[in-house]
């Protein structure tokens, strides 16, 4: 939406639809909210796991990539409940302060994003380094880039990507004055040359590449895995017949546990997909309908719950799938 010039207000009503308030002020908040203390367990129980392991080579490795997803979750999920703030929409005036739009603009339009960006990545990692893992033997060394420089570059390269889709088409505007309170209003809307022809479709095939990419590249990635797992699983289901003395080895245990972490993987990765393909293309919709547009507000509130579900699977997978942390979940609640 363009505004030519300054109109006076007598409330801000008129300025956002009370769907979208309802949305971005309780609903969304409501359901985020109780995330909070699942990934602050999450990321404890992950901590202690790494604590107890990282004297052991490689054996800590994989919950680093965890604690990483855990934390970029809990992130997101703290913008936002502190949106229910920002975005009071027509309930409080404060929701169109020029300083509120720049919070608004730098953590819920453009943060939220990249913190999906570096799990999409972080995952895209994970998933080579468990399939690299499925190929080697317990008694080869598995030599790679270190862990930090990883994740490094993941930030790096997330904090770029999402410049084009999420700063460069917005534009914090003033609308009008509200005549009660003598306050000017603002807004965040598509910058002008933006709205073009050229420019949208532009936009529209860098978000693909953006975001329908790693998609692929993981969707692409997990199926190897599950090929390599499948082998690996063989193979280890036919020594499983041996003789015992086998079976108490440890590149034979190590085996399983190759293969227990690679069950956990491929499940958070099909949990991500599910729950991040749709968002991923809602900044087309934005592109062409704009963020004031039915068609955006319902498509948006839907991809924004799947993504909510998806973030609330991951601790019940960790309990389901990973016996470590099972075992030093059920050993702190014990100790409480």
């Not at 479709?201 to 499948?230: D, Q, T, V, Y």
């Not at 809602?282 to 498509?299: C, E, K, V």
């Amino acid at each position: 939406m363009e505004y030519s010039e300054l109109e006076n207000f007598n409330s801000t009503l008129n300025l956002s639809s009370r769907f979208e308030d309802i949305l971005m002020v309780f609903l969304i908040p409501a359901f985020s909210i109780f995330l909070i203390p699942l990934k602050l367990v999450s990321i404890v129980i992950l901590r202690l796991i790494i604590k107890r392991k990282k004297e052991i080579k490689h054996k800590a490795s994989q919950f680093y990539y965890l604690v990483t997803n855990e934390t970029c979750d809990l992130a997101e999920t703290a913008i936002l409940c502190l949106a229910a703030s920002l975005r009071c929409g027509s309930y409080c005036s404060f929701g169109y302060d020029y300083l509120t739009k720049i919070l608004d603009l730098i953590f819920l339009i453009y943060g939220i994003p990249v913190m999906i960006q570096i799990k999409i990545f972080m995952e895209i990692s994970f998933t080579i380094d468990r399939i690299k893992a499925l190929k080697l033997t317990n008694t080869q060394i598995r030599n790679g880039m270190k862990f930090r420089y990883k994740l490094a570059i993941s930030l790096a390269v997330s904090l770029v990507v999402a410049v084009p889709n999420y700063l460069m088409p917005e534009i914090i505007q003033s609308v009008g004055i509200l005549v009660t309170t003598n306050q000017t209003l603002y807004v965040i809307s598509s910058r002008p040359v933006f709205q073009a022809y050229y420019w949208s479709i532009g936009l529209s095939i860098f978000n693909i590449i953006r975001a329908l990419g790693p998609i692929l590249l993981l969707f692409i990635l997990n199926i190897k895995l599950i090929h390599e797992f499948n082998q690996k699983n063989k193979i280890t289901k036919e020594e499983n017949s041996s003789t015992p003395e086998h079976q108490n080895s440890a590149e034979f245990k190590a085996k399983i546990n190759e293969l227990k972490i690679s069950k956990l993987v491929t499940a958070i990765n099909v949990s991500y997909l599910v729950g991040y393909f749709p968002y991923s293309i809602s900044i087309i919709l934005f592109l062409y309908f704009g963020s004031t547009s039915s068609i955006y507000i319902y498509y948006f509130a839907l991809s924004r719950f799947l993504l909510i579900f998806c973030n609330y699977s991951y601790i019940f997978i960790f309990y389901k799938l990973s016996p470590s942390f099972k075992k030093s979940l059920l050993n702190t609640l014990k100790n409480l």
